[in-house]
Nanobody, 112 residues
Framework: QVQLVESGGGLVQPGGSLRLSCAASGKISGINVMGWYRQAPGKQRELVALISSGGGTNYADSARGRFTISRDNAKNTVYLQMNSLKPEDTDIYYC??????WGQGTQVTVSS
């Protein structure tokens, strides 16, 4: 089992920044993929960004150029730096540890 604890969501004005963190614990593999997904009520969960333990990254088109995913393998922690936030970025953001583990979700609200 793997447990994921997220932090860093909140309310921010358009154009602002937030940094999400997710710490993994439990049965951690040295080779893994971690990342972030987002989900609005009544909609499917969709990819924001992924990062492998080797540092390879994959971004959704909506995140590329504004968001940066990074990780600290020693701390089993993944980060998502979100800049130039827009109201349409408002969602619940879920941490992911592959395959198949999810955090509890953290609300990101972008509003003036």
């Amino acid at each position: 089992q793997v447990q994921l604890v997220e932090s860093g969501g909140g309310l921010v004005q358009p154009g602002g920044s937030l940094r999400l963190s997710c710490a993994a614990s439990g049965k951690i593999s040295g080779i893994n993929v971690m990342g972030w997904y987002r989900q609005a009520p009544g909609k499917q969960r969709e990819l924001v960004a992924l990062i492998s333990s080797g540092g390879g990254t994959n971004y959704a088109d909506s995140a590329r150029g504004r968001f940066t995913i990074s990780r600290d393998n020693a701390k089993n922690t993944v980060y998502l730096q979100m800049n130039s936030l827009k109201p349409e970025d408002t969602d619940i953001y879920y941490c992911y540890y592959g395959p198949g583990y999810w955090g509890q979700g953290t609300q990101v609200t972008v509003s003036s």
